[in-house]
């Protein structure tokens, strides 16, 4: 039986596709548009009859060779039933030629689902070498066996990589029919069982299949590229740099982009050679992945700047530059706290531009603020802003909790419209303090709590710290140790000395 041919004039043209953007699929009883690729102007299945079988409508263009259907290929096209004995010659065979190739984006551009018995052989379809897109061909080179056969179907696969494709082949060639599913093909027909019925439930299995693959094909790459992501945004989360130093440290970090290991909040601790401790927490303005990055590279900033021996004004006036050469709009700013404490442990230099004030809790009274009046202005907002430095005094015993302003903006309480604010916060700490928490059990309680007032997740990234100075449980913990009578250096192994004059990497 020849495959079904509509003669020019026995069947409506075909409408042209609507202007504006291509729609994204078929639904089920809608209208489906077949382009058949054949030579033989005989046909005897008519639209008529396919509409009467698929209980639908519908449309069948036809096209001659492969140039006319490179041109009758539009976005409106559900699927391709292509005559595997049609010539080629003639045919501009550029891979990925054409208007359709890599602009489809009507029904098959979301994928076909799963498709006949025949079909099930070959789930696996080969990529396009040029799209990427599923179930598309990579050439006659990648066909075994009978591949001259097959070089119409690779041309077409090449020219619609998103579109479901059948192929028409010899009665009982069974092992061309399995080749082109292998290369590409959602499915194949035999001539001799071709008619209305067979045709108009092979174009629904294959469509529903292309779009399966399609969908398949996409959630893997989303995949693949969410775990790329999160390796790159893993490698820079800061890692303190506190060896040698008593002082405890905790953090707690939240970006409040969906799925995301980092935000616009950014915070880091180094240690320089002379023994002091410096601290900082910042927030770029904004939740996107560009502020996210803008906040990585002021830490870094920070961090060499620091280790290089700035402080204070000078290292701010500095990170304001990087900020202005970096940012992406003259509205970006930045807020940032700085803490540098001194190599005993009971003072400190404080800087704010634009940033929440740390909180000092002393052992015995009651969480406070650091002073804040003093501040400067944030980061980007004014061109030759100065940020004094201000000497705080610790204490013996001591924790300082360094927040961004994520942490305080939640609700205070659950349907509540009150912000919790700094001095909701420093209730709150309060209450937990009286409660003999401590260290990295204070930090934990705190956010859980903050969490809770606010009736769930936080909208906004939160990056808290936590610094703390207690000498005595120091000293316990010190006389607990085992001791260890070093070796004479005479004694120890070449790789040992020279582990000891050298400093520890950055």
Known sequence: MPVSVPQPGSVAPAEPPAAGPPVTG??????????????????????????????????????????EAERLLTDDVDCILLDLSLPVAGASCGAGAGPAAGSKGGPSATGAGTGTSASADASENASAAETGAPGAAAGPEAVSGRADELTALTHVLRLAPLH??????????????????????????????????????????????????????????????AQENARLERGLLPTPLLDGSDLSFAARYRPGRSRALLGGDFYDTVRTPDGTVHAMIGDVCGHGPDEAALGVELRI??????????????????LQQVLEHERQSEEIFATLCTVDIAPDG????????????????????PARLLPYEDGGPALGLLPRARWPR????????????????????????????????????????????????????????????????????????VAVLLLGRDPERTRRRGESAPRLRPAPVAQRSPAARTARTQRPPL
Not at 189 to 208: H, M, N, Q, T
Not at 301 to 318: H, I, K, Y
Not at 443 to 453: I, S
Request: overall charge negative.
């Open 26 to 67: 078929t639904p089920h009883g809608a209208g489906l548009t077949l382009l058949v690729i054949e030579d033989d102007p005989a046909g005897t299945i008519t639209a008529p009859e396919l509409s009467a079988a698929a209980g639908t409508r519908v449309r069948v263009r036809t096209a001659r060779n492969l140039t």
């Open 301 to 318: 900033a920070w961090r060499a700047l620091t280790l290089a021996g700035l402080c204070g004004d000078e290292l701010l006036s500095t």
């Open 346 to 365: 009971r003072r400190a230099g404080l800087c704010l531009a634009g940033h929440p004030a740390p909180l000092l809790t002393r052992r015995g009274q």
């Open 164 to 225: 479901a494709v059948l192929a028409l082949t010899a009665e009982d060639d069974t092992e061309l029919a399995a080749e082109a599913v292998r290369v590409g093909a959602q499915d194949y027909l035999f001539r001799g069982e071709l008619d209305a019925r067979v045709l108009s439930r092979a174009i629904r299995y294959a469509v529903e299949r292309k779009r399966a693959d399609i969908a398949q094909h996409q959630l893997t790459e989303s995949r693949l590229r």
């Open 390 to 461: 201000r000497q705080v005094e610790l204490g013996g015993a001591w924790s300082l909790m360094m927040y961004t302003d994520g942490l305080i903006e939640g609700r205070a309480g659950t349907g509540g419209s009150q912000r919790l604010g700094q001095d909701g916060m420093v209730a709150m700490v309060n209450e937990q303090l009286g409660r003999g928490l401590a260290d990295e059990e204070l930090l934990e309680a705190a956010v859980t709590e903050v969490r809770e007032r606010h009736g769930g997740e936080l909208t906004d990234d």
